[in-house]
């Protein structure tokens, strides 16, 4: 058989080794982000009760003398503190998560795009664990203060375990994707959605949007409203910065007549 007998591969074929090899690096990061979640998720389990126990001290901490969280679910005592610490494994095994993410998308970023989502990808964990901590330690005490002070005479507070778990894990979700305000502003003036200009002139919209938004998640009190709408507009001015920062201003487009 001579070489000009030996099949030349074509696009088609050089399409489908690509995408294959591409599935295979998939898999591989996928794997090692499983790996791990589940290492730190092991080294978690056996402080699973330890750990509820910190969780719900800013709750125990401010309810009335004899009153306690309660388990309304037969398994509930031997669930809820696993499912506490599935939430801090994922939590603390993100930074590799994303990394890994990273990694397999990086290959195919143009250098300028890289340049720009190091610090953006940097800036979304560090505002989310922000966000989660402010929530624990400023936020939440401040709402079970108000939720024990206004139930009404002869109801005793008794929280159920699961539920008071599913309320704070959402509360530190919300906090932390509201403390993203940056980075959001980033990337939608990055893809010209907004500019500086439009940014600068829309404080006001974004000081109700602010306001609006804490009034939905927040407890129904004042305090717990202030306190994540404040530090949402001074983090949209933080987002108006980094923009006048990394965003070039785009020259205008040369009139076509």
């Known amino acids: ?37 589940v290492l730190v998720l092991l080294a ?23 009153a306690h969280l309660i388990a309304t679910g037969v398994t509930s005592p031997f669930i809820t503190p696993l499912k506490l610490a599935f939430y801090l494994a994922l939590f603390i095994s993100m930074p ?3 990394y890994q993410l990273w990694a397999f998308v990086s290959p195919g970023l143009y250098k300028h795009e890289k340049r720009l989502a190091r610090p953006l990808l940097v800036a979304a964990m560090a505002l989310f664990y922000l966000g989660c901590a402010f929530a624990y330690f ?32 959402l509360m530190f979700f919300a906090f932390g994707l509201c403390f993203e305000v940056p980075v959001a502003v ?18 006001r919209y974004a000081i109700v949007g602010a306001f609006g938004v804490a009034a939905v998640i927040t407890p129904p009190d004042i305090t ?6 404040v530090p949402m507009c001074l983090l949209y001015e933080v987002g108006v910065l980094a923009v006048r920062w990394l965003i070039p201003p785009r020259s205008p487009e040369p009139d076509a007549s």
């Open 96 to 98: 590799v998560i994303l």
């Open 186 to 203: 980033v990337v939608l003036a990055a893809v010209g959605v907004v500019d500086l200009d439009k940014l600068r002139s829309g404080r």
């Open 138 to 169: 400023l936020v939440l005490p401040a709402a079970f203060r108000f939720l024990v002070a206004v139930t009404p005479s002869g109801v005793e507070m008794m929280t159920d375990i699961s539920q008071y778990l599913d309320f704070v894990m």
């Open 44 to 66: 978690l389990v056996p402080f699973a009760n330890r750990l509820y126990s910190q969780l719900a001290a800013p709750l125990v901490a401010r309810l009335p003398e004899g």
């Open 224 to 229: 717990s409203m202030l306190m994540l709408g």
């Open 1 to 37: 058989m001579t070489t000009a007998d030996i099949p030349e591969s074509g696009p088609e074929d050089d399409l489908q080794q690509g995408l294959f090899s591409h599935l295979l690096e998939l898999r591989t990061r996928l794997l090692k982000s499983l790996a791990a979640l």
